[in-house]
């Protein structure tokens, strides 16, 4: 189903400015870059972990096709 979205936005100068996307960034159908999704985790989890932490987090579920990699992510997104 499209997830359609619009807006219009009329400037100062009383011209309309106008757009609209029908799958927004991140659907399925346009989804993130790596580095998008990096940035977004990154700015969501700021504001609960640290830095490090972050980067642990993002270098454990690039390596969940190594062993024991997805114990090591179950341990570092559990609450201390």
């Known amino acids: 189903a499209l997830r359609r979205a619009s807006v219009e936005v009329r400037l100062r100068d009383g011209r309309k400015v106008s ?9 399925a159908r346009k989804p993130l870059s790596e580095r998008e999704w990096l940035d977004k985790f990154a700015s969501l989890a700021r504001g609960v972990v640290g ?27 559990t609450y201390e």
Do not use: S
């Open 51 to 77: 830095e490090e932490k972050i980067k642990r987090i993002q270098d454990a579920v690039f390596a969940l096709d190594k062993i024991g990699a997805a114990e090591e992510l179950v341990r570092l997104l």
């Open 19 to 27: 757009g609209r996307v029908d799958f927004p960034k991140g659907d």
